[in-house]
């Protein structure tokens, strides 16, 4: 196993190599999955260009993009990237909709944050749709707050931060 690999009870989170891009290529793919997500969904173009982007940030960063595994099965993707609109580094997660509703996003994304902040990325930010409740109930069950907010193509995004260590 990858020393940057993370156990939690129930899920394997690993640094997203070439060999998932077909995993990957399926979730950016899935309107359930990656239709709230800056950007929308991808093609598998993009999805390439991304991966590349993302296996480069965990190069110069020692942080990155993660795949989650329950039982063995990929069920999506969490972790932290640096945001196309500047805004800096940011948490991000998917599943797909058929292993939602059960406390995998929450889980895998307090692993990933955990994880950047044990990394020394003292702050974290994470973007959601003011109307997202799903990720917006997410975000602040892993500790993060809302500092500021902004409009985007008419919807107010509200700006979660992590900051360690508290100030």
Known sequence: ???RSVRTPRLLLK???WRDMEDMVRLKA???AFGRMLGGVRSRQQA???MADDIAFWACH???IFTIHEKGRFVGMTGIHD???GRGFALRFALFPWASGRGIAREAAGAALNFAHD???NKVIAVAAESNVASRTILGGIGMRVEETFQRDGQTML???SVWPKP
């Open 1 to 3: 196993m990858d020393s």
């Open 15 to 17: 640094p997203v190599t």
């Open 30 to 32: 899935d309107g359930g």
């Open 48 to 50: 390439e260009l991304e």
């Open 62 to 64: 020692r942080v990155g």
């Open 83 to 85: 945001r196309p609109d």
């Open 119 to 121: 990394a020394g990325i």
């Open 159 to 161: 700006v979660y931060e």
